[in-house]
T-cell receptor
Framework: SQQGEEDPQALSIQEGENATMNCSYK?????LQWYRQNSGRGLVHLIL?????REKHSGRLRVTLDTSKKSSSLLITASRAADTASYFC??????????FGQGTILTVHP | KAGVTQTPRYLIKTRGQQVTLSCSPI?????VSWYQQTPGQGLQFLFE???????NKGNFPGRFSGRQFSNSRSEMNVSTLELGDSALYLC????????????FGAGSRLTVL
């Protein structure tokens, strides 16, 4: 499989806590993206980090990228019940094609 | 601005039949790509179209095909359906220039009996 790996596969936390998800990828990337998917629905783009960037912030999201280790992490601060979803990292390498990781299922308990 | 629209949302077919799924991209988006999502294999890239031309193709058998029309709307077809084709099929569009940020539709859930 060309897909990278994400860990943990599942994460359960209380509202207000921070959630950290990790992603390892396999190829040389143009950029790395994170998407969220609510149960059985389409994916929603969260944030993109370019290969020459090391850290990026967007609201309660913080993404880091380590190209030497081919890894990225997504931190969601002060989690809310509405953050409950699956989170996927995606390698961007060529036209229209993203290679997605297996995803992390996040459950935030009220 | 309307999002990516996929039809039908749900469908049930039997083995050996064929199915056509439709995708209308966001107005102005010229690139459309398709993904298959299953519990076992996760999200797998099927193909990408731009200006009616297939630019990229994933590792799927020839039973999976697609096309794009001059108005950027796209269809994908799966012939001779197998049980393993049961999946959520997701369509995504993007403008075509710049970073490859995709806007996804809600998906078409196919069940093959």
């Amino acid at each position: 499989s060309q897909q990278g790996e994400e860990d943990p596969q599942a994460l359960s936390i209380q509202e207000g806590e921070n959630a950290t998800m990790n992603c390892s990828y396999k190829t040389s990337i143009n950029n790395l993206q994170w998407y969220r998917q609510n149960s059985g629905r389409g994916l929603v783009h969260l944030i993109l980090i370019r290969s020459n960037e090391r850290e990026k912030h967007s609201g309660r999201l913080r993404v880091t990228l380590d190209t030497s280790k081919k890894s990225s992490s997504l931190l969601i601060t002060a989690s809310r019940a509405a953050d409950t979803a699956s989170y996927f990292c995606a390698e961007d390498t060529s036209y229209g094609k993203l290679t997605f990781g297996q995803g992390t299922i996040l459950t935030v308990h009220p | 601005k309307a999002g990516v629209t996929q039809t039908p949302r749900y469908l049930i077919k039997t083995r050996g039949q064929q199915v056509t799924l439709s995708c209308s991209p966001i107005s102005g988006h010229r690139s459309v790509s398709w993904y298959q999502q299953t519990p076992g294999q996760g999200l797998q890239f099927l193909f990408e179209y731009f200006s009616e031309t297939q630019r990229n193709k994933g590792n799927f058998p020839g039973r999976f095909s697609g096309r794009q029309f001059s108005n950027s709307r796209s269809e994908m077809n799966v012939s001779t359906l197998e049980l393993g084709d049961s999946a959520l099929y997701l369509c995504a569009s993007r403008i075509s220039s710049g970073a490859n940020v995709l806007t996804f539709g809600a998906g078409s859930r196919l069940t093959v009996l």
